[in-house]
């Protein structure tokens, strides 16, 4: 009898913990954020815009109807950005990435890039990965 309201009580609690993924409008975006889509997607048309917020962390998601998408921080500050087939925005890329990209690999381009703690990570237009240390030193290749 313990072990089943045991059980029952946890299973009830589990989704109050678990993630929760809200539609909201571009407006509810934190400032940063509505000012990187303002600077990088002028013009484009949104799809829909979300809000993922767990037990301790927020995060929000902007899709674009071209597929485009952008992940922030709870603080505004973007985490990935996926353009799918097309290039991101040049501002975007750090230099030091655009600069290794066209010397090593002229003619490609970054379609999507995600900003970790630790690296940058970019996949480029021929499904090649490249990894970043915070210094911009390759750290690691895949095709």
């Given at each position: 009898m313990f072990s089943w309201a045991v059980t029952a009580l946890l299973a009830a609690a589990v989704p109050a913990f678990a993630g929760s993924d809200r539609l909201i409008g571009i407006g509810e975006l934190p400032a940063v954020s509505r000012q990187f889509i303002e600077t990088h997607f002028s013009g484009a048309e949104v799809s829909y815009a979300k809000v993922?917020?767990?037990?301790?962390?927020?995060?929000?998601?902007?899709?674009?109807?071209?597929?485009?998408t952008v992940e922030f921080a709870k603080d505004g500050a973007w985490k990935e950005v996926d353009c799918k087939t097309r290039a991101v925005p040049a501002g975007i890329v750090p230099p030091q990435?655009?600069?290794?990209?066209?010397?090593?690999?002229?003619?490609?381009?970054?379609?999507?890039?995600?900003?970790?703690?630790?690296?940058?990570?970019?996949?480029?237009?021929?499904?090649?990965?490249?990894?970043?240390?915070?210094?911009?030193?390759?750290?690691?290749?895949d095709d």
């Amino acid at each position: 009898m313990f072990s089943w309201a045991v059980t029952a009580l946890l299973a009830a609690a589990v989704p109050a913990f678990a993630g929760s993924d809200r539609l909201i409008g571009i407006g509810e975006l934190p400032a940063v954020s509505r000012q990187f889509i303002e600077t990088h997607f002028s013009g484009a048309e949104v799809s829909y815009a979300k809000v993922d917020e767990e037990w301790m962390e927020k995060d929000y998601k902007v899709v674009f109807a071209d597929g485009t998408t952008v992940e922030f921080a709870k603080d505004g500050a973007w985490k990935e950005v996926d353009c799918k087939t097309r290039a991101v925005p040049a501002g975007i890329v750090p230099p030091q990435i655009r600069e290794y990209v066209a010397k090593n690999f002229p003619g490609r381009h970054v379609t999507a890039i995600e900003q970790g703690r630790r690296n940058y990570e970019v996949e480029l237009d021929n499904g090649i990965d490249l990894k970043f240390d915070l210094k911009f030193r390759l750290t690691d290749i895949d095709d």
